[in-house]
């Protein structure tokens, strides 16, 4: 990629200057009449994505020259987040693209009173409208670097005009905008007949006042009027073909509408094989992603995400949302369960919008629910405002409350000294979210596998898949195609990550088995992590506080800082720790307090149970057995997806097998020629698979198969007698280990009477002999 100077001889350089209907109207209340409140030359509010960098993971609250963001739209979230504070609207400006791949690598976000009206060529029937441009020169210019990051090259923060005071800065079109709970709310009251002015009434009444409320009552009147005719409109054709053409060339693409596909007004859903086939890898934890109901986005794109064996964002298939009420969405997470073989994830987590969490609940109910915890920052700014105004380090106290604090207790005393300290002990608003704290609260979550590997890291944003592909400018019309570049690019990285992984061996830094055992077993990402851990176990000394024989439990803490000890129960047995800070049921990968633990009692490797496969090199080799499903033979018949994954599955270690040698490869593919006549030949004489097309109807699911066939016929006479055997030698199996595993505890238990015995005897020969 070329970084060259913003100069009209290198590069493109393009202008969002927008017409006088884009115009920002100050505090005028009026909008024009073609305003649809989704403006794609404004810049979006703040969303549950990722925020900038600092070097203490705290938000700077005065940008400065020098500051570095993960992307351009975190630089656009920033500045309009500042601009709020401060008494002013934004929106973007020139742009530079490079000229190697026509990225954007150069933007200018500027204040909306930059520039000034261009003359001439007015209608003279329009109303006179009134002058908003008045040549302002603040700005905030960021340009990509060469490590990926966004750094402000150039700042003005002077301004010629007056600031917008705090209680009318909702009024100013930047920080405008109908969030995801008040969509949920509007729609409610409007399908109980409710006009814009009593919804408005219902919404400054529940936010605590107009202020708090975050647009104004055009903008609600202009969502209402949207939401009466929502559909795909001409670009819904586009993604229709789309899912026509992926049926006929994915046979495990599964897609499903809710409504009439010629005029759609309910909701789409799809998952092509290689999302599934994620699924069954990687679908421990999932994000279901709803930026748009928070950014003013044209398109209500929903993906539903989680992480792969890089820690890289890894898809699990897509939703085109044009209805928000509950039964939508509970539609919508059946259908994307159904399309998941019915395998429920350990965790989710979505906004915290009560429609989303009556549907998670309804649908996932063994499953953990999380808040995307960046969501509730961004409605902080908009409930205390004032408060953010008024106080500048309140923003730094509140988020270091919620992201630095490790014990429930310390948070606990943390929230209660914030709130007496700003004099909020009254805010409705805090008083909510703390008692929903349970469910985005990082302390209280540290108990449930989240994928992340630190639970008190700056950032549980949303796996933004998507990023730098579909966004708020984003139309239906280029959706599909942005959707297949964004995953096209994000499996080059991961086939990227995976080169570099088995061709770049890691730095070791200690002598330690342990560090050279997981260097052979881990990512390269994941590795370092565990590095780091082992590493920082030098200054983490174990001390033993009590000794029960089987059970010992340890105190840990670093040197210098003792107030801060973690406490590990280990049984020396079965060789398991539990550690107190629990990040191996967060993250899944071991903790320096255990890990110091296992240095001082030389347990040299790392245990098989604290190897989680999906952080392995491996972890999309072999089957995934699962009785959902692995299509045992049982009363209940098999699916053609089940048999496509099952299918596939088997066909990835048979070539992982098969390449090994020359020799094998040969045997592999004269097996793979007479494994396919067979095929053929069974497909002459048995029944047909038939594929399904698109149809119109209310809430159906269309798989690209729907035919169904008897699981036995999937498995021979000879299978079934070989896993009936194989069941009764693991049965066996496991009866002579706890037989084993009887006579050692017999062992033990007599070992510790030997030793009382002795200690018995010795303390009354020193007795003798004190005599």
């Known amino acids: 990629m070329d970084f060259e100077p913003l100069n009209l001889e290198n590069e493109v350089i393009e202008f969002d200057m927008g017409s006088e209907e884009d115009e920002d109207t100050g505090l005028d209340l009026e909008q024009p009449d073609d305003y649809d409140g989704y ?173 708090n409320v975050g647009f104004t009552k055009v903008d609600c009147q202009n969502y209402m009027s949207s939401s009466r005719q929502r559909t795909l409109g001409s670009g819904g054709q586009h993604v229709f073909d789309y899912l026509k053409r992926m049926q006929v060339g994915d046979p495990g693409f599964f897609c499903a509408v809710q409504g009439d596909f010629d005029n759609t007004s309910g909701n789409i859903f799809w998952a092509d094989a290689n999302s599934r086939m994620n699924y069954n890898y990687f679908g421990d934890t999932v994000t279901f992603d709803t930026t748009y109901r928070t950014n003013r986005y044209r398109v209500p794109f929903a993906p539903f995400t989680g992480l792969n064996h890089h820690g890289q964002p890894v898809l699990f298939g897509c939703a085109l949302l044009l209805n928000e009420s509950e039964s939508s969405f509970v539609w919508l997470f059946q259908a994307w369960l159904a399309a998941m ?96 704290r349970q469910q985005w609260v990082p302390v209280y979550l540290r108990n449930t596998f989240f994928g992340e590997m630190s639970i008190t890291q700056s950032s549980d944003s949303i796996n933004s898949f998507f990023d730098g592909y579909i966004n708020a400018s984003t139309n239906i019309h280029v959706l599909i195609k942005q959707y297949e570049k964004a995953i096209a690019t994000r499996y080059e990285k991961e086939v990227k990550a995976d080169y570099d992984t088995i061709n770049t061996a890691p730095v ?116 995934v057995l699962d009785v959902l499903t692995i299509g045992l033979p049982s009363n209940s018949q098999e699916s053609f997806t089940t048999r496509y994954d099952n299918l596939c599955k088997e066909a990835i270690k048979y070539v992982e097998e098969g390449t090994e040698s020359t020799n094998v490869y040969n045997v592999a593919m004269d097996a793979l020629r007479e494994a396919t006549k067979k095929v053929v030949a069974a497909k002459q004489h048995g029944p047909g698979v038939i594929q399904s097309t698109l149809v119109n109807g209310s809430d159906r699911l269309v798989n690209a198969s729907e035919h169904q066939i008897d699981p036995h016929l999937s498995f021979s006479v000879n299978q079934d007698k070989k896993i009936q055997d194989l069941t009764v030698e693991l049965e066996n199996a496991s009866q002579r280990c706890e037989e084993y595993r009887a006579n050692l505890l017999a062992i033990l238990r007599d070992m510790e009477e030997q030793k009382l015995k002795i200690s018995v005897k010795v303390q009354n020969v020193r007795l003798s002999l004190k005599c």
């Open 39 to 211: 403006d794609d030359d404004m810049v979006e509010n703040t969303s549950g994505g990722r925020f900038f960098s600092s070097s203490n993971g705290d938000p700077n609250l005065e940008p400065y020259e020098g500051m570095e963001f993960d992307s351009e739209q975190a630089a656009r979230i920033f500045y309009n987040s500042y601009a709020r504070r401060i008494g002013f609207s934004t929106r973007v400006s020139v742009y530079q693209r490079s000229r190697r791949d026509g990225s954007i690598i150069c933007r200018q976000i500027v204040c909306s009173r930059e520039g000034f009206r261009r003359k001439g060529g007015e209608n003279k029937s329009k109303r006179q409208r009134t002058v908003t441009r008045v040549g302002c020169k603040a700005q905030m210019t960021v340009k990509k670097q060469s490590s990926g990051k966004w750094a402000v090259t150039k700042l003005v923060k002077e301004h010629n005009h007056e600031l917008v005071p705090p209680d009318k800065v909702h009024c100013l079109r930047s920080h405008r905008h109908v969030s995801g709970h008040a969509r949920s709310l509007i729609d409610t009251l409007q399908a109980a007949g409710m006009g814009p002015s009593g919804v408005m009434s219902v919404l400054i009444k529940e936010s605590g006042g107009i202020n």
């Open 341 to 436: 073989s019915g395998r429920h994830p350990v965790s989710i987590t979505t906004d915290q919008d009560r429609i989303i969490r009556s549907a998670v609940a309804h649908v996932f109910p063994g499953s953990r629910h999380r808040f995307c915890k960046w969501n509730i920052f961004r409605e902080a700014q908009e409930k205390l405002s004032h408060v953010y105004h008024s106080y500048p380090s309140f923003e730094v106290e509140f988020q270091r409350c919620i992201n630095v604090t490790e014990t429930v207790e310390e948070f606990e005393s943390c929230w209660e000294s914030l709130l007496e300290r700003y004099n909020l002990g009254d805010n409705e608003w805090l008083q909510s979210i703390y008692n929903s």
């Open 508 to 623: 070791l830094k200690t002598p330690s088995p342990m560090e050279k055992q997981a260097a052979n077993l881990y990512t390269t990402k994941m590795f370092i992590k565990f590095q780091e851990e082992l590493v920082e176990t030098l200054a983490n000394p174990a001390t033993v506080i009590d000794d029960t024989g089987l059970e010992i439990i340890y105190r840990v803490a670093k040197f210098g800082e003792d107030h801060k000890a973690h406490f590990i129960r280990f049984n020396v047995f079965e060789r398991k720790a539990s550690c107190t800070c629990q990040m191996f049921q967060f993250s899944g990968i071991l903790c320096r307090h255990v890990l110091a633990v296992f240095r001082v009692t030389n347990v040299l490797t790392l245990p098989s149970h604290y190897i989680l496969k999906r952080w392995t090199r491996n972890a999309k080799s072999g089957v």
